[in-house]
């Protein structure tokens, strides 16, 4: 199995404030691998760093074996690495059309028609604003957008953030998907059950360092650990109840 | 009523370069985040550039070729001065564009001498199109054609190429753009290009109806400035319906009281400021 992502001791400040205390992770060809922590543990501010949106001070990241460490976003968008952000980051006042028109022209399997066609509810919504779509439908439009880079590597930030259960299944079946059809995936998730559930490997981070790795099944195993170190909350088991 | 209607059009014609104007820089302070003070000097250049080719390519050729030779050395100027201030404090290419354009005012001065030039523009355009409005010439026509068409030819690229749909959605959120693969440099730097291309465009317009002095630009910045807020900062549109409201009204003040034309253009703004602070079109995303 090779390393898609290899990320060694990570430290990112925001200012002054210090926030990754030496960070390290890696992804596999062909897995979903989950990071997750209580909120305010680092998982957003660790997406930042490999994405290249706040580079760490220190570290290594290697993407696809090659080193990217203090490259911008673009260059590492454009190696194959979609990034879906917290909150979606739709662009709302341009149409869903526009939207999908934004990213950067790449060759592959995903194009305009064949994204339209994995979710038939965008095209429908073509010409709304960004803005005007249901929570559900944006997510779904964040995942297009970055499914249009032909990415080989996801990452994704709290996917099933404020959406009712069922439409949190259909985001991470797409996930799963994604993941079979070769493409590596790294999950943040504030709802730890849902996370581990689909995950290969998982990831916990506390206060800027990661404080636990293992396989996903075995994370889950332990009850009371999920509960304490991912903060998972009642919300979550309402979600298992249903689904 | 004769004189009337003669000032609303030489209002509106100044409205067309506070219009250009102000288009450009809505579009530099959008994407590139920068209040841009030597806009007003890059008009004048274009003039100026118009004014040196005119005898070699005419002035038609001129007027082709100095918009786009301005928009370069605009696309130099943010590469070389502009760059470097992304993402500090504002004050710094406040000041940067402050010096650039006295910088440049010397420049001009120095290269085409501090006393006023003439432009003249091709006898084609230079007469009256009727014996009655004896001021609608030729040339003022195609002026307000040949901005309205710079315009709208601005709104389509914006609107129907991916170049800029990418510099609208910079607009709301550079970071997000640049996630998807978007080199947000070169988008930075051609949306500058382009805002600075429609200050070359303005300055050999401006210079066939008032002539080339080096503070041409300085003096048309002010307004402009003005027509973006009375538009509605963040609006493309509502800063060029704005740059036309105010020279219109004050075409229309010079009528009844030319002391007070200069003033009304302030009035209007304060009084935007009060009425609606947002501006006319304001708060609703570009061209929206
Ligand atoms: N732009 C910023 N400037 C300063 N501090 C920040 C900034 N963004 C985040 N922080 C701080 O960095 C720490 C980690 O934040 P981060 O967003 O990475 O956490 P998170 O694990 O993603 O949390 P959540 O689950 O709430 O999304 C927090 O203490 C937060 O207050
Ligand atoms: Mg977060």
């Given at each position: 199995?090779?390393?898609?992502?290899?990320?060694?001791?990570?430290?990112?400040?925001?200012?002054?404030?210090?926030?990754?205390?030496?960070?390290?992770?890696?992804?596999?060809?062909?897995?979903?691998?989950?990071?997750?922590?209580?909120?305010?543990?680092?998982?957003?501010?660790?997406?930042?760093?490999?994405?290249?949106?706040?580079?760490?001070?220190?570290?290594?990241i290697?993407?696809?074996?090659?080193?990217?460490?203090?490259?911008?976003a673009?260059k590492?968008?454009?190696?194959?690495?979609?990034?879906?952000?917290?909150g979606?980051?739709i662009?709302?006042?341009?149409?869903?059309?526009?939207?999908?028109?934004?990213?950067?022209?790449?060759?592959?399997?995903?194009?305009?028609?064949?994204?339209?066609?994995?979710?038939?509810?965008?095209?429908?919504?073509?010409?709304?604003?960004?803005?005007?779509?249901?929570g559900?439908?944006?997510?779904?439009?964040?995942?297009?957008?970055?499914?249009?880079?032909?990415?080989?590597?996801?990452?994704?930030?709290?996917?099933?953030q404020?959406?009712?259960?069922?439409?949190v299944?259909?985001?991470?079946?797409?996930?799963?998907?994604?993941?079979?059809?070769?493409?590596?995936?790294?999950?943040?998730?504030?709802?730890?059950?849902?996370?581990?559930?689909?995950?290969?490997?998982a990831?916990?981070?506390?206060?800027?360092?990661?404080?636990?790795?293992?396989?996903?099944?075995?994370?889950?195993?332990?009850?009371?650990?999920?509960?304490?170190?991912?903060?998972?909350s009642?919300?979550?088991?309402?979600?298992?109840?249903?689904? | 009523?004769?004189?009337?209607?003669?000032?609303?059009?030489?209002?509106?014609?100044?409205?067309?370069?506070?219009?250009?104007?102000?288009?450009?820089?809505?579009?530099?302070?959008g994407?590139?985040?920068?209040?841009?003070?030597?806009?007003?000097?890059f008009?004048?250049?274009?003039?100026?550039?118009?004014?040196s080719?005119?005898?070699?390519?005419?002035?038609?050729?001129?007027?082709?070729?100095?918009?786009?030779?301005?928009?370069?050395?605009?696309?130099?100027?943010?590469?070389?001065?502009?760059?470097?201030?992304?993402?500090?404090?504002?004050?710094?290419?406040?000041?940067?564009?402050?010096?650039?354009?006295?910088?440049?005012?010397?420049?001009?001065?120095?290269?085409?001498?501090?006393?006023?030039?003439?432009?003249?523009?091709?006898?084609?355009?230079?007469?009256?199109?009727?014996?009655?409005?004896?001021?609608?010439?030729?040339?003022?026509?195609?002026?307000?054609?040949?901005?309205?068409?710079?315009?709208?030819?601005?709104?389509?690229?914006?609107?129907?190429?991916?170049?800029?749909?990418?510099?609208?959605?910079?607009?709301?959120?550079?970071e997000?753009?640049?996630?998807?693969?978007?080199?947000?440099?070169?988008?930075r730097?051609i949306?500058?290009a382009?805002?600075?291309?429609?200050?070359?465009?303005?300055?050999?317009?401006?210079?066939?109806?008032?002539?080339?002095?080096?503070?041409?630009?300085?003096?048309?910045?002010?307004?402009s400035?003005?027509?973006?807020?009375?538009?509605?900062?963040?609006s493309?549109?509502?800063?060029?319906?704005?740059?036309?409201?105010?020279?219109?009204?004050?075409?229309?003040?010079?009528?009844?009281?030319?002391?007070?034309?200069?003033?009304?253009?302030?009035?209007?703004?304060?009084?935007?400021?009060?009425?609606?602070?947002?501006?006319?079109?304001?708060?609703?995303?570009?061209l929206?």
């Amino acid at each position: 199995m090779s390393a898609v992502l290899v990320a060694e001791d990570l430290q990112t400040y925001y200012g002054k404030s210090h926030i990754l205390h030496g960070v390290s992770l890696t992804v596999n060809e062909g897995e979903i691998v989950t990071l997750l922590g209580r909120n305010g543990a680092g998982k957003t501010t660790t997406l930042r760093s490999l994405m290249g949106l706040t580079p760490p001070k220190q570290g290594r990241i290697q993407i696809f074996g090659q080193d990217v460490t203090g490259w911008p976003a673009y260059k590492i968008a454009r190696l194959g690495v979609g990034y879906v952000p917290e909150g979606r980051k739709i662009f709302g006042h341009l149409t869903v059309h526009d939207n999908l028109r934004v990213p950067a022209l790449t060759k592959g399997r995903w194009t305009l028609e064949t994204i339209y066609k994995l979710f038939p509810r965008l095209d429908e919504r073509r010409s709304s604003k960004g803005g005007q779509l249901s929570g559900g439908e944006q997510e779904m439009l964040a995942i297009a957008r970055a499914l249009l880079l032909n990415p080989r590597f996801l990452i994704l930030d709290e996917p099933s953030q404020g959406l009712a259960p069922v439409i949190v299944e259909d985001v991470m079946n797409t996930i799963r998907t994604m993941r079979d059809e070769g493409i590596a995936v790294l999950l943040v998730e504030q709802n730890a059950w849902l996370a581990l559930r689909n995950a290969d490997r998982a990831y916990v981070l506390g206060d800027g360092s990661i404080v636990h790795e293992g396989p996903a099944a075995e994370l889950a195993a332990d009850e009371k650990r999920v509960k304490a170190l991912a903060g998972a909350s009642l919300e979550t088991s309402a979600i298992d109840a249903v689904t | 009523m004769e004189l009337l209607l003669f000032n609303i059009f030489n209002g509106l014609i100044i409205g067309m370069f506070y219009a250009l104007m102000a288009l450009g820089l809505s579009l530099i302070l959008g994407l590139n985040g920068i209040i841009n003070f030597s806009h007003g000097a890059f008009l004048a250049l274009g003039g100026y550039i118009a004014y040196s080719l005119t005898p070699v390519i005419g002035f038609w050729g001129a007027l082709i070729v100095s918009p786009f030779a301005v928009g370069l050395i605009g696309l130099l100027a943010e590469r070389v001065l502009i760059r470097p201030l992304y993402g500090r404090d504002p004050l710094f290419s406040l000041l940067l564009t402050f010096g650039l354009a006295m910088i440049m005012q010397d420049l001009i001065r120095t290269f085409w001498g501090a006393t006023g030039l003439p432009f003249t523009i091709p006898d084609t355009l230079s007469h009256p199109l009727s014996q009655v409005y004896f001021f609608v010439t030729g040339y003022r026509v195609f002026l307000v054609v040949l901005s309205l068409f710079a315009t709208a030819s601005l709104f389509a690229l914006l609107r129907f190429t991916r170049v800029g749909v990418r510099i609208r959605a910079g607009n709301a959120d550079l970071e997000t753009v640049s996630a998807l693969g978007i080199n947000i440099y070169r988008l930075r730097a051609i949306n500058f290009a382009v805002g600075i291309l429609f200050a070359g465009l303005a300055g050999v317009l401006a210079a066939g109806r008032l002539g080339l002095t080096p503070t041409m630009g300085a003096s048309l910045l002010m307004p402009s400035f003005v027509a973006i807020i009375v538009g509605g900062v963040g609006s493309l549109l509502g800063s060029m319906l704005g740059g036309i409201i105010i020279g219109v009204a004050a075409g229309i003040v010079t009528t009844y009281y030319p002391a007070a034309s200069d003033v009304v253009i302030y009035l209007i703004m304060a009084v935007v400021l009060v009425v609606r602070p947002r501006g006319l079109l304001g708060q609703e995303g570009l061209l929206e």
